[in-house]
C-alpha cells in the first residue's frame, strides 16, 4: 500500500542540538510538505518542496531547514535557532500543489525538549 | 494572506446531526477543504468544494458558498469514533494554492 512514513515517533531534543525528521513517501508524488501543529492549533506550514532539489519557505520556516535530493524523501532539520521546538510535526504529500486532489498526512513526530 | 474561523468545540448525541461552519477571508479562493484528525493522528481528508453547492459521500456532506466565503461540514447519524477534531483548509491562487488550515473543531459525540 502506498503511503507516507514518518520517524521517529516520538524524538527528543537537547539544548543546542540540531535533529532530523524523516519523511518517505511511496505514492509518486511530486509535492511534499512540513507542518508544525501545537495543542489546540491548526497546522502551520513549515516549508514546502515541489520537485526535486527545490523548496519554498512556508509561514513559520525560522530555525527549520529541509533538503529534496529524492522525489520520495523531504527530511525536516529543526535547529538549535528553533527556540520552541516542542509540537507535533506533520508531513504531507500531493500529485503538485495545483491538484484538486488532496494531500496525504504521514503519523507524525512529537518532539519534545529535554 | 488567508484567515479562516470556526468554533473550537461542538458537541452532540450520537445518532444527531451536527454542522461545523467555517468562514474564511481570502484574495483569491480556489477551494475548501475538509480534514478529520484524531487524537495523536494524521489529518485524513474527508472533502473538497471548489464550486458552490453541496457535496455528499456517505454520512460527511460539504457546503460552499464563495459569495458569503462560508462552508460547512455536516455530519449525520453520529457515532462516537465521529469524536476528533475537524479542519477546514483554504486554498488561495496568492498563497501560491497550498491549504491554509483553521484552528480546528473538536467535536465530542456522547452515547
Known amino acids: 500500500d502506498g503511503g507516507i512514513t514518518q520517524s521517529p515517533k516520538y524524538l527528543f531534543r537537547k539544548e543546542g542540538q540540531n535533529v532530523t525528521l524523516s519523511c518517505e513517501q511511496n505514492l509518486n508524488h511530486d509535492a511534499m510538505y512540513w507542518y508544525r501543529q501545537d495543542p489546540g492549533q491548526g497546522l502551520r506550514l513549515i516549508y514546502y518542496?515541489?520537485?526535486?532539489?527545490?523548496?519554498q519557505k512556508g509561514d513559520i520556516a525560522e530555525g527549520y531547514s529541509v533538503s529534496r535530493e529524492k522525489k520520495e524523501s523531504f527530511p525536516l532539520t529543526v535547529t538549535s535557532a528553533q527556540k520552541n521546538p516542542t509540537a507535533f510535526y506533520l508531513c504531507a504529500s500531493s500529485e503538485d500543489r495545483y491538484s484538486n486532489q488532496p494531500q496525504h498526512f504521514g503519523d507524525g513526530t512529537r518532539l519534545s525538549i529535554l | 494572506g488567508q484567515s479562516l474561523e470556526q468554533p473550537s468545540e461542538v458537541t452532540a448525541v450520537e445518532g444527531a446531526i451536527v454542522q461545523i461552519n467555517c468562514t474564511y477571508q481570502?484574495?483569491?479562493?480556489?477551494?475548501l477543504s475538509w480534514y478529520q484528525q484524531h487524537d495523536g493522528g494524521a489529518p485524513t481528508f474527508l472533502s473538497y468544494n471548489a464550486l458552490d453547492g453541496l457535496e455528499e459521500t456517505g454520512r460527511f456532506s460539504s457546503f460552499l458558498s464563495r459569495s458569503d466565503s462560508y462552508g460547512y461540514l455536516l455530519l449525520q447519524e453520529l457515532q462516537m469514533k465521529d469524536s476528533a477534531s475537524y479542519f477546514c483548509?483554504?486554498?488561495?491562487?496568492?498563497?501560491?494554492?497550498?491549504?491554509?488550515f483553521g484552528r480546528g473543531t473538536s467535536l465530542i459525540v456522547h452515547p
Open positions: 518542496s515541489q520537485i526535486v532539489n527545490d523548496f
Open positions: 483548509a483554504v486554498r488561495d491562487q496568492g498563497g501560491s494554492y497550498i491549504p491554509t
Open positions: 481570502t484574495s483569491g479562493f480556489y477551494g
